[in-house]
C-alpha cells in the first residue's frame, strides 16, 4: 500500500514536471517568435516555427499520462481533480504554442519590409504583459497558488485595453497610407494572436483556482477586447 | 455482468447523443453567425453570441461523463480510445463554436456598414465549405466512417485556398479606398475564423481516424493558408 502511494505521488509530480517542461518550451517560443518579429529575422521566425512540433508531443506525452493514471487508479475528487486540471494546462499551453507559431509566421511575411520599425512598438508592449502573465500562471501552478493566480486573471484586462489601442493605432496607419496595409495586417494579427494568449494564461489561473479550490470560478473571465465590436470611423 | 455491460454501452450511447446534440448546436451557431454578418443583423449577432454559452456547457457535460466513466470503467485499447476521442471532439466543437461566435461578433461591428454587401461573398462561399465540412465530419463521426472523414480531412485544402485569395482580394479593396479599412479589417478576422473552422473539422477528422483505425494519422494535416506568410506588395 505504502508503495502504491509513494508511486502514485511519483506519478503526479511527473505530470507537474512535465508541465513545467512544458510551460518552459512555450516561454521560449513565445520570446523567440516576437524577437523575429521585431527584428524582421525570418532565420529565427523559421526555429521558432519548428519547435511547436516538441510542445505538440509533450501535450500528447501529458494526455496519455493522464488517462493512465485516471484508468490505472481511478482517483477520487482531489486527486481526479488535480489530474484533469493537468489536461487542462496542457491544452491551454499546446494553444498558446500555436498563437506564437503564428506570430512567427507573420515574421516571415513582414521580413522584407520596410517600413518603419515603430509600428511595432504597441505590440511589444503587449508580450511584455502576456509573457509576464504566462510566467506568473505557471509559477501559480507549480506552487498551487491560487493568489497569485488570480493577479494574473485580473491583469488580462490590461492587455486587453492595450490591445483595443494598438488595434486603433494600427488602423491609422493603414489609413493614413495604404503603403502600410500589407505590414499592418500582418501585424493586427499578430497583436490578436498575443491577446488570445492572455485568454489562454487566464484560463489557466481559472484551472488553478479550481484545483486549489476545489470549486470553479463563479465570475466570468475579465472581456476586455472590444475590437471585434468596434466601429471604425472611416474617412 | 450482463448489466454492466449494458450499462456501460448505454453510457457509450449517450456520450455519442451529447456529440451529436453538442454538434447540431455548432451548426445552428455558425448558421446565424455568417446570417448576421452577411445581412449585418445586430441581432441575430446577439443571439448567435449566447447560444455558445449552451455549448460550452455540453463541453463540460461530455467531459465529465467522459472522465467519469474513465475512472470508474477503466476501458481498456478501443474503449478507452472511443472516451478519448469524444473528449478531443468536444474540445474541438468548443472552439468551433468560439470560432463562430466570434464571426457574430465581427457582425455586429460592421452592422452600421455602407460600404457594398459584395465584399462579403468570398466569405459567403468560405462559410458553405466549412459548413459542409461540419456536418459531414459530424456524420462520420456518429457512422465510425473513417473513409468519409478522410474526405472530410482532404476538402480543406479548398477552403484553405479560398481563404488566401479571399485575404488578397480583401486587401486590394483596403488599398483602392481607405474607407473600405475598417469593414475589411472585420471581414479579414471573420474569414480567418472561419479558416480555422476548417481545422478544427479537419481535427475531428483525424479523431474518426484514430477510433475506427486505432492508429493516429501519419501524415502531417494539409496546411493550405499560406497568407500569414504572404509578401504583399504594397504600391
Redesign the interface.
Known amino acids: 500500500m505504502e508503495h502504491t502511494v509513494k508511486s502514485y505521488e511519483a506519478e503526479l509530480s511527473q505530470l507537474d514536471q512535465k508541465i513545467s517542461h512544458m510551460g518552459g518550451l512555450v516561454e521560449q517560443l513565445l520570446g523567440n517568435a516576437f524577437a523575429s518579429l521585431e527584428r524582421r529575422d525570418p532565420r529565427l521566425a523559421s526555429e521558432a516555427i519548428a519547435s511547436d512540433r516538441a510542445i505538440d508531443l509533450m501535450q500528447k506525452e501529458i ?1 496519455e499520462l493522464a ?1 493512465s493514471m ?3 487508479r ?3 475528487a482531489q486527486d ?1 481533480r488535480t489530474i ?1 486540471s493537468t489536461l487542462k494546462v496542457a ?1 491551454d499551453l499546446e494553444r498558446i504554442g500555436d498563437l506564437a507559431k ?1 506570430v512567427a ?2 515574421a ?2 513582414i521580413a ?1 519590409e520596410t517600413r518603419p520599425q515603430s509600428l511595432i512598438l504597441g505590440l511589444r508592449h503587449m508580450t511584455e504583459l502576456a509573457t509576464a502573465s504566462l510566467k506568473n500562471v505557471l509559477d501559480a501552478y507549480m506552487t498551487r497558488d491560487d493568489v497569485k493566480a488570480m493577479k494574473v486573471w485580473n491583469s488580462d484586462a490590461d492587455l486587453d485595453a492595450l490591445y483595443n489601442s494598438v488595434f486603433r493605432e494600427l ?1 491609422t496607419y ?2 493614413e497610407d ?6 499592418c ?2 501585424l ?2 499578430g497583436a ?1 494572436n498575443i491577446e488570445r494568449i492572455g485568454d489562454h494564461a487566464t484560463n489557466i489561473a481559472e484551472t488553478v483556482h479550481y484545483m486549489v479550490r476545489g470549486k470553479p470560478l463563479e465570475d466570468d473571465r475579465p472581456k476586455g477586447d472590444k475590437t ?8
Open positions: 494526455e488517462i485516471i484508468a490505472r481511478q482517483p477520487m481526479l484533469v491544452g503564428n509566421k507573420r516571415l511575411a522584407p488602423l493603414m489609413m495604404p503603403r502600410n496595409i500589407g505590414l495586417t500582418h493586427l494579427f490578436k471585434s465590436v468596434t466601429m471604425i470611423d472611416t474617412p
